[in-house]
């Protein structure tokens, strides 16, 4: 059976196809199905995870595992140069290669040509004029099998006129006379913070510092690739399985580029293979749905790892400059700070990179006096956009190295000089905002100064080798070794904010199946390993004490979920379905109480019964509901937040403040410049712990990818080409590089967040990088301003 025909205005670049209908409607195999969260376990427990021994084993169904008969396979063409001009393009040889069912590029975009994530649609789904980063797409290729589609791939004719890229991210914010990356020019946004008087500070200051700091592009590095299938529909639509962070706000980009309403596209989250902001952005979407719609049939994409590099933004790189002066004692006055961050080609989510980076620019600290001036700017370089803790990471590194630089300075202890200017609650933010929940900074550091220290490094004899700097390659037996501790703080803001009306909606439905109470719980919120459906079925559970609880899959059948990012679902869909639960419950004891002739104030749901609150005997909750279905939808909203203003900065832009401290001991080879971390201990305050070990794993996992930063990952460009597009030479952390963690978890509870909660999975982030670095710093008398740390700096040879 042919495929449809091609849509008019859009090229004659379709194939034919064998899809039907029929077929199109049938769910892949592999699919998400519904989650029976096993065990019992409510809010402050730690029931097992339902995906984690699916994990283990290796049966877990991820994106890139969706199968579905008849299914072609689709592959992108990308740009070589990081700057180029299309000329032509010549699509005919692959086109008639065997076994090729369509050839697209721009000129088959069914509605608009371009998209965005942070409301700036600068973004081409397929390169037409100019290619303005490398590995941006350029054409797509469906083929009946995945080497037939890279084949075909290189059959593609781009006729490249190469310009110069702009790769200097200081020319491009304050040179005018260099050539502008995008029409609307090479600034994205300068943010200014502006409090008292810089200037006049300065001149009372007794002790000034300063120093420049450099963060490297970090990539997001998860194992899980770009993957996904898309469906044609009956209706003309099409059905997605993707990875993704954000479901709905994937389909308001997608929509109008195929020329599609948002109701005619259904998304549903297939498994996630980690994500950490990478997959905010889309990546394969349209491409997918494109090639599906063209063809009548399945279209499945799978990146590989070098594709992958190109095929999701990173962490931004930032040059920052930061000039403290303060009294003997360490009492800070002022800080004149400037910020640069390199956003690459695109927008993406620049604008809040840099609010964040502005507005937490100098940290969990009281200062009187503050400049700022935070820019995001667009390059020929890699698009850069969310990754854990963004903006604030790269301020996290500078202000901390600034805060150890300032205790050398006065010869006071790096922790006391923190403990002095503490921010606390009460205090008040660079942008005005008064921190209105506890924020106990100084007693913290107190604890992180008590917790015991490592054994020391000559203990052992003979030494192991594993335990020193090289490891099992053995280039020291303890000679040049010297070990070092230092610290680190890191304030991060939780949420969306700069007043981003940030919701999550949750449906619950509470009914007898198979003679049990069961309980529903249906969100769009992305489960990313951050162990949110179990977060989520201990919540149905403390609220409505029933034990059965099912986690439909997220997709876009219910409301709005918002970013499995900003370390915000446990607080808003947590919100959601707690909201949700309670008015389930309410209806219930109404229902209950109608039964037993009594009020509903004097019942409450426990253990799978309705019992009067002052003690007695219950009434099953499957004998109360007997047929009856009860159901509520709600939205949980936080409270509102403020843009910052433009020209001072001033505003109380953010929705909740989480705070970790970090101790680092390492030890060092200064002559080779090997590290190896010995241990590292982290003091965070959580609010409330909702789930211990999910929470104890987001800390491990923030706190490695900060020592990643701080001592290997980077992507390497030189005018603006990736050097390093693999996992051979892009280096993350392994178990071998992880030390042992002491933690401390520490709950204030939040009066305004749902159970008192604090999102916990970006600060470990912030505060890891600088107490690593700074320990370094302890051990070879370096300043070592850049992240991450080569061999060659270590020594002191660059």
């Known amino acids: 059976m042919n495929g449809p025909a091609p849509v008019p205005g859009t090229g004659t670049r379709a194939g034919t196809g064998t899809g039907t209908a029929a077929r199109a409607r049938t769910a892949p195999a592999r699919a998400p199905r519904e989650i029976a969260a096993p065990g019992s376990g409510g809010v402050g427990d730690s029931p097992p995870r339902p995906d984690g021994t699916l994990k283990v084993r290796g049966e877990f169904a991820y994106s890139s595992d969706l199968w579905m008969d008849g299914m072609?396979?689709?592959?992108?063409?990308?740009?070589?140069?990081?700057?180029?001009?299309?000329?032509?393009?010549?699509?005919?040889?692959?086109?008639?290669?065997?076994?090729?069912?369509?050839?697209?590029?721009?000129?088959?975009?069914?509605?608009?040509?371009?998209?965005?994530?942070?409301?700036?649609?600068?973004?081409?789904?397929?390169?037409?004029?100019?290619?303005?980063?490398?590995?941006?797409?350029?054409?797509?290729?469906?083929?009946?099998?995945?080497?037939?589609?890279?084949?075909?791939?290189?059959?593609?004719?781009?006729?490249?006129?190469?310009?110069?890229?702009?790769?200097?991210?200081?020319?491009?914010?304050?040179?005018?006379?260099?050539?502008?990356?995008?029409?609307?020019?090479?600034?994205?946004?300068?943010?200014?913070?502006?409090?008292?008087?810089?200037?006049?500070?300065?001149?009372?200051?007794?002790?000034?510092?300063?120093?420049?700091?450099?963060?490297?592009?970090?990539?997001?590095?998860?194992?899980?690739?770009?993957?996904?299938?898309?469906?044609?529909?009956?209706?003309?639509?099409?059905?997605?399985?993707?990875?993704?962070?954000?479901?709905?706000?994937?389909?308001?980009?997608?929509?109008?580029?195929?020329?599609?309403?948002?109701?005619?596209?259904?998304?549903?989250?297939?498994?996630?293979?980690?994500?950490?902001?990478?997959?905010?952005?889309?990546?394969?979407?349209?491409?997918?749905?494109?090639?599906?719609?063209?063809?009548?049939?399945?279209?499945?994409?799978?990146?590989?790892?070098?594709?992958?590099f190109f095929g999701h933004v990173h962490r931004h790189p930032a040059e920052m400059r930061y000039e403290y002066g303060a009294t003997r004692d360490g009492r800070l006055l002022y800080a004149d700070v400037e910020i640069l961050l390199d956003g690459g080609a695109y927008t993406s989510s620049t604008m809040a990179v840099v609010g964040n980076?502005?507005?937490?620019?100098?940290?969990?600290?009281?200062?009187?006096?503050?400049?700022?001036?935070?820019?995001?700017?667009?390059?020929?370089?890699?698009?850069?956009?969310?990754?854990?803790?963004?903006?604030?990471?790269?301020?996290?590194?500078?202000?901390?190295?600034?805060?150890?630089?300032?205790?050398?300075?006065?010869?006071?202890?790096?922790?006391?000089?923190?403990?002095?200017?503490?921010?606390?609650?009460?205090?008040?933010?660079?942008?005005?905002?008064?921190?209105?929940?506890?924020?106990?900074m100084a007693e913290m550091l107190e604890r992180v100064r008590e917790l015991p220290m490592p054994a020391p490094l000559d203990t052992a004899d003979p030494l192991d080798p594993l335990s020193l700097p090289g490891g099992a390659s053995q280039t020291t037996r303890g000679e040049g070794v010297r070990r070092g501790v230092g610290y680190g703080v890191g304030l991060k803001n939780i949420c969306f904010s700069e007043g981003f009306d940030d919701f999550s909606t949750a449906r619950v439905r509470l009914e007898v199946i198979g003679g049990r109470a069961t309980v529903l719980v249906h969100t769009a919120a992305a489960e990313v390993g951050q162990g949110l459906v179990t977060v989520q079925a201990q919540i149905a559970r403390t609220e409505l004490g029933v034990e059965r609880v099912v986690i439909q899959p997220a997709d876009n059948r219910v409301g709005d979920a918002g970013s499995s990012s900003a370390s915000r679902q446990s607080y808003m869909s947590g919100g959601a379905v707690m909201t949700a639960c309670r008015a389930v419950r309410d209806r219930v004891l109404t229902l209950a109480a109608a039964r037993l002739g009594t009020a509903p104030g004097g019942l409450c749901l426990a253990g799978g019964e309705v019992v009067p609150a002052g003690g007695g005997a219950g009434v099953a909750v499957e004998d109360v509901l007997g047929d009856a279905v009860i159901e509520e939808t709600r939205e949980y909203h936080h409270a509102p937040t403020e843009r910052m203003d433009p020209l001072t900065g001033q505003g109380a832009s953010h929705t909740q403040l989480a705070l970790c401290v970090h101790r680092a001991v390492v030890d060092v080879d200064v002559e080779l410049g090997l590290v190896k971390v010995v241990e590292l201990a982290a003091v965070q305050d959580v609010g409330r712990i909702l789930n211990r070990v999910s929470l104890e794993g987001q800390i491990h996992g923030g706190t490695a990818q900060g020592l990643g930063l701080a001592l290997m990952e980077e992507i390497q460009v030189r005018d603006g080409l990736v050097l390093n597009p693999s996992f051979t030479d892009y280096l993350i952390p392994t178990i071998l590089d992880m030390p042992p963690m002491r933690l401390d978890i520490l709950e204030n509870p939040d009066p305004r967040a749902p159970y008192g909660l604090r999102g916990a999975g970006e600060p470990p982030t912030l505060s890891s990088t600088p107490a690593i670095v700074a320990a370094v710093r302890d051990a070879t008398g370096l300043a070592l301003n850049r992240v991450p740390l080569r061999p060659e700096h270590v020594a002191g040879l660059a």
């Not at 006096?369 to 698009?383: F, M």
């Open 72 to 308: 072609l396979w689709g592959a992108t063409l990308r740009s070589p140069h990081p700057r180029a001009r299309i000329v032509a393009v010549d699509v005919s040889e692959a086109l008639a290669h065997p076994g090729v069912a369509a050839v697209l590029t721009h000129e088959d975009v069914p509605g608009s040509k371009h998209f965005g994530l942070d409301h700036i649609p600068d973004q081409p789904v397929l390169a037409f004029d100019e290619v303005r980063h490398q590995g941006e797409p350029v054409a797509l290729v469906a083929a009946d099998h995945p080497e037939t589609a890279r084949r075909a791939l290189e059959m593609i004719r781009v006729d490249y006129e190469v310009l110069e890229p702009l790769t200097d991210a200081r020319r491009a914010a304050f040179d005018p006379s260099c050539p502008p990356v995008q029409p609307r020019g090479n600034l994205v946004r300068h943010q200014p913070v502006r409090v008292g008087d810089v200037d006049e500070a300065r001149t009372r200051a007794e002790v000034v510092v300063s120093g420049e700091y450099r963060v490297g592009i970090q990539d997001q590095a998860f194992l899980g690739p770009e993957s996904g299938l898309a469906v044609p529909a009956e209706d003309g639509g099409v059905d997605l399985y993707v990875a993704t962070q954000w479901v709905h706000n994937d389909i308001k980009q997608i929509a109008p580029c195929l020329g599609l309403p948002e109701a005619r596209i259904r998304m549903t989250l297939s498994g996630v293979g980690g994500a950490f902001g990478g997959r905010e952005d889309l990546s394969m979407q349209i491409h997918a749905s494109m090639l599906a719609l063209r063809t009548g049939r399945p279209v499945k994409m799978v990146y590989n790892r070098q594709e992958s």
């Open 357 to 440: 980076a502005a507005s937490l620019g100098v940290g969990p600290y009281t200062i009187p006096n503050i400049r700022i001036d935070a820019y995001g700017v667009y390059t020929n370089n890699p698009p850069c956009g969310a990754m854990r803790g963004f903006g604030a990471v790269q301020a996290c590194f500078a202000y901390e190295s600034m805060m150890d630089r300032l205790a050398d300075a006065c010869g006071l202890d790096p922790l006391t000089v923190r403990q002095v200017n503490a921010l606390s609650e009460g205090g008040v933010l660079a942008t005005g905002q008064v921190v209105a929940a506890p924020l106990p």
